[in-house]
């Protein structure tokens, strides 16, 4: 197993991970430092769960490499993925600013390094800066519409559409633009069995839109991928930046 304290970033890595974090991004350089100085990294592996439903917020994780995702667990054993989230993004925001328990679990997916930073000094900073106070504002408005439109789509696409939305809304722009996660926590994105999804993926590489490999799948295809989702080409927002 590789030394995890190889992967651990160094101060100057900390701040710019935390100055291209959406929850921060703006801040002037002395808050970043002040707040660096409150992180402690973490090397985390797949499986890991970092909080559960129900916890009390304890930290504000920002994820610096791999990715984490957010998910909901049903009596049934399945689980409703909210989010799945990469560098260099915020969890858990919602429940340190409200103060009240995680709606979510969060669990690791893919080799990862957190950054832990404590409740308090954030929703501190939070109070004495009108940036972040805003940053905060636009973070929960963006969960609002994420949860929005997800919500739609289980009412009006089936889950062949469903599945191109998500492998598009968490594509990576590399060349070819990829999704790093495997088929049972995109099923879980797209709200499908993931026999069902399976079979999906299937028909879709055979049609020359996407490659499966294994933990990844290459998007081939987008202009194509995004016309059966029945979405605008010319519409980047739903892809993120490698």
Known sequence: MADDSARI???????????????FRGLPPDALADLTTQVTPFAVHPGMILWNQGDEPLDLVVVHSGQVCEFQPSRSGRRSVLHVKGPPHAVG?????????????????????????????????????????RNVVLQFAGHV???????????????ARRV?????RMARHTDPMSVDIGVTVLANVAGGARQSVSAVLSRLERRG?????PGRILLLDVPALHRYAGLDPADSTLCRRA
Do not use: G, N, Y
């Open 145 to 159: 519409r994420t949860l929005a439109e997800q919500r739609a789509d289980l009412m009006i696409l089936d889950l």
């Open 164 to 168: 191109a939305k998500a492998l598009l």
């Open 93 to 133: 925001d919602i429940a340190v600013f409200d103060r009240r328990p995680h709606l979510a679990s969060v669990e690791v997916i893919r080799d990862s390094v957190i950054l832990a930073i404590p409740a308090p000094p954030v929703v501190t900073m939070a109070a004495a800066s009108v940036l972040l106070t």
């Open 9 to 23: 970033p160094t101060d100057a890595q900390i701040t710019t991970t935390l100055a291209r974090c959406p929850l």
């Open 209 to 213: 839109w996407l490659a499966l490999e």
